[in-house]
Each structure stands twice: as structure tokens, then as C-alpha cells.
């Protein structure tokens, strides 16, 4: 069935240093991606989306990144902070009238001090 | 702070047992969707309700049934549960037609 995956579970980085998380989608009727973070305990928490028909989008230190040739999505995080520390998921919805996000498995990204 | 709000936070119950998890979505939002967040399977949709009626099913098991009240609150009942229903049960809520959702904080199910 469609799918959507991330290629690395786990992401650790240095304080200051920049993130690239992943993540490769199988739908090829995808037309909506987004990334959320998720803290521990809490819910997903909105970063950044993009539709189709754009390859990218800048945000307050993030940027994703839209391959739509070979499926694939990154998110990027500038200056990464231990604040950043969390589980990081692409989503993505194929349009309709209704809006059901197909979540990734996640990624986790540690920042050290 | 979401503005989405979810009851109870923590539910711990037995084999065979119902329960009712409660959402409320964020003042305005028409749209609720229901979520599953296990260990092996991730995060799942189960269900979205606009504006009172049902609009998209997910994963959701038959033993699973929500509904949207007038004042667009939510309710997932789960009945007749198994171990294997031990999860984050996560509501998220979005205005009409837009797809940027916004999840509430979950409530953590055991199923003892």
C-alpha cells in the first residue's frame, strides 16, 4: 500500500550546527506534505508545510524540500538548538475533500550541548 | 498550547471494558480527526468529522465509533478492548477546508 518513510530513525547533532531530516513518500497522487515535531508528552506540533507544486519553503530556521521526481522531502534546521531535541514526522495528504494525514515512522533528533 | 483540548489525560482500564476519550477542537475549527499513536504501527488516522457529520475513515476498527456534537466537540468510544489498544489517542482539529491541523495533547490508554 502507499506509504510514507523515513530513512534515518535516529539524527544526533551539535548545538549551532544544522539539521536534515528525511523522509521518502510512495503516493505519487501526494499533493500536501507537512512536518510536525513531536516532544515527549505532548501532541505533534505543526513546523512547515508545502503543496506540490512548489520544490521549497523557508520558515523561522526551517526549510523543506520538495523532490517530487524521486519522492523525497527534507526538512532543514538552521542552528540547531537543544530546544530542537524532539521526534521529527512527515506527513502528507492526496487532496480530496478530505484532509487525512499518512504519517512517516519518525525521526529523532537529539542536539547536544 | 494547541487551543485543542483533550480528556482524560491518562486511562488505564481492562480487557473487555469501554471507554469514552473527549475532545474539544480549537474555538472555530469545524473539522476533528482522530489519531492513533502506537510503538509498531506509528501515528494513524482513524476518523475525521466536519461540522457534525463523518467526512473520512481510517484505520479504525469496527469496535471504534465517534461522533460530533453541536457545540463540535468530539468522542471516540472504544469498546470490547484488548491489550493491543494501548496507545496515544490524539485529536487534532482544522479549520473547514484547510489542512493544517493542529493536535491536542493525547490520552494514554493501558489496556490491563
Known amino acids: 500500500g502507499e506509504s510514507v518513510g523515513l530513512h534515518l530513525p535516529t539524527l544526533s547533532v551539535q548545538e549551532g550546527d544544522n539539521s536534515i531530516i528525511n523522509c521518502a513518500y510512495s503516493n505519487s497522487a501526494s499533493d500536501y506534505f507537512i512536518w510536525y515535531k513531536q516532544e515527549s508528552g505532548k501532541g505533534p506540533q505543526f513546523i512547515i508545510d508545502?503543496?506540490?507544486?512548489?520544490d521549497k519553503r523557508q520558515g523561522q530556521r526551517v526549510t523543506v524540500l520538495l523532490n517530487k521526481t524521486v519522492k523525497h522531502l527534507s526538512l532543514q534546521i538552521a542552528a540547531t538548538q537543544p530546544g530542537d531535541s524532539a521526534v521529527y514526522f512527515c506527513?502528507?495528504?492526496?487532496?480530496?475533500?478530505?484532509?487525512?494525514?499518512?504519517f512517516g515512522k519518525g525521526t529523532l533528533l537529539t542536539v547536544n550541548p | 498550547d494547541s487551543g485543542v483540548t483533550q480528556t482524560p489525560k491518562h486511562l488505564i482500564t481492562a480487557t473487555g471494558q469501554r471507554v469514552t476519550l473527549r475532545c474539544s477542537p480549537r474555538?472555530?475549527?469545524?473539522?476533528v480527526y482522530w489519531y492513533q499513536q502506537s510503538l509498531d504501527q506509528g501515528l494513524q488516522f482513524l476518523i475525521q468529522?466536519?461540522?457534525?457529520?463523518?467526512?473520512a475513515k481510517g484505520n479504525i476498527l469496527e469496535r471504534f465509533s465517534a461522533q460530533q456534537f453541536p457545540d463540535l466537540h468530539s468522542e471516540l468510544n472504544l469498546s470490547s478492548l484488548e491489550l493491543g489498544d494501548s496507545a496515544l489517542y490524539f485529536c487534532?482539529?482544522?479549520?473547514?477546508?484547510?489542512?493544517?491541523?493542529?493536535f491536542g495533547p493525547g490520552t494514554r490508554l493501558t489496556v490491563t
Open positions: 468529522y466536519y461540522n457534525g457529520e463523518e467526512r
Open positions: 508545502i503543496r506540490s507544486n512548489m
Open positions: 474555538s472555530g475549527d469545524l473539522s
Open positions: 487534532a482539529s482544522s479549520v473547514g477546508d484547510q489542512r493544517e491541523q493542529y
Open positions: 506527513a502528507e495528504t492526496s487532496g480530496g475533500s478530505n484532509y487525512k494525514l499518512t
